[in-house]
Antibody, heavy 119, light 109 residues
Framework: QVQLQESGPGLVKPSETLSLTCSVS????????WSWIRQAPGKGLQLIGY???????NYNPSLKSRVTISVDTAKKQFSLKLSSMTAADTAVYYC?????????????WGQGILVTVSS | EIVLTQSPATLSLSPGERATLSCRAS??????LAWYQQKPGQAPRLLIY???NRATGVPARFSGSGSGTDFTLTISRLEPEDFAVYYC???????????FGQGTRLDIK
């Protein structure tokens, strides 16, 4: 059973960089692929990006210039950095495993962490 | 970018009834489509992948169908715990993109 847990600040100031970490248990950091997805309050889901083969990444084009996702296999963690935060980035941020199937689907999710952007 | 349009936005049904949710893609996604269920305050749960395959532990009353641009999630007999928001999601090969539909809220009538 794969379990994921997000950690990081719940409040970020405008223009700052958000740093979140997802701790993984039960999965294989090296052979599994990992993602970040967010959901603004009352809104739908938006893929931020995912990392595959531990080093390759695929980012949402609308966020690509501000996003970095990386994996630390030794710590069994992967992380998200999102720069130049604005109020529009206020959302619940989820980490999720990318399911090993023909498509890109998300089969295990963390509980989510609410990040508010405010001064 | 491929856009997924879900209908209806809200569906009001009673326990025991059959629910049919639709997801239409702006261009073909082959069978690379998934369905998720999200309850208030919880993370989404994968129900269906590759259009018609149930994820591990998903009850048999959930079924998915379709290919190309038109997809359906069917819940054969609604249980009280099925009332939630449902999202479809696709991934395209090139460019490699993942998008979600805007969701269908399934309410108790």
């Amino acid at each position: 059973q794969v379990q994921l847990q997000e950690s990081g600040p719940g409040l970020v100031k405008p223009s700052e960089t958000l740093s979140l970490t997802c701790s993984v248990s039960g999965g294989s950091m090296s052979s599994d692929n990992w993602s970040w997805i967010r959901q603004a309050p009352g809104k739908g889901l938006q893929l931020i990006g995912y990392v595959y083969y531990s080093v390759s990444t695929n980012y949402n084009p609308s966020l690509k210039s501000r996003v970095t996702i990386s994996v630390d296999t030794a710590k069994k963690q992967f992380s998200l950095k999102l720069s130049s935060m604005t109020a529009a980035d206020t959302a619940v941020y989820y980490c999720a495993r990318v399911m090993g199937a023909t498509g890109v689907y998300f089969d295990y999710w963390g509980q989510g962490i609410l990040v508010t952007v405010s001064s | 970018e491929i856009v997924l349009t879900q209908s209806p936005a809200t569906l009001s049904l009673s326990p025991g009834e059959r629910a049919t949710l639709s997801c239409r893609a702006s261009q073909s996604v082959s069978s690379y489509l998934a369905w998720y269920q999200q309850k208030p305050g919880q993370a989404p749960r994968l129900l269906i992948y590759d259009a018609s395959n149930r994820a591990t532990g998903v009850p048999a009353r959930f079924s998915g169908s379709g290919s190309g641009t038109d997809f359906t999630l069917t819940i054969s007999r609604l249980e009280p715990e099925d009332f939630a928001v449902y999202y479809c999601q696709q991934r395209s090969n090139w460019p490699p993109r993942v998008t979600f539909g805007q969701g269908t809220r399934l309410d108790i009538k």
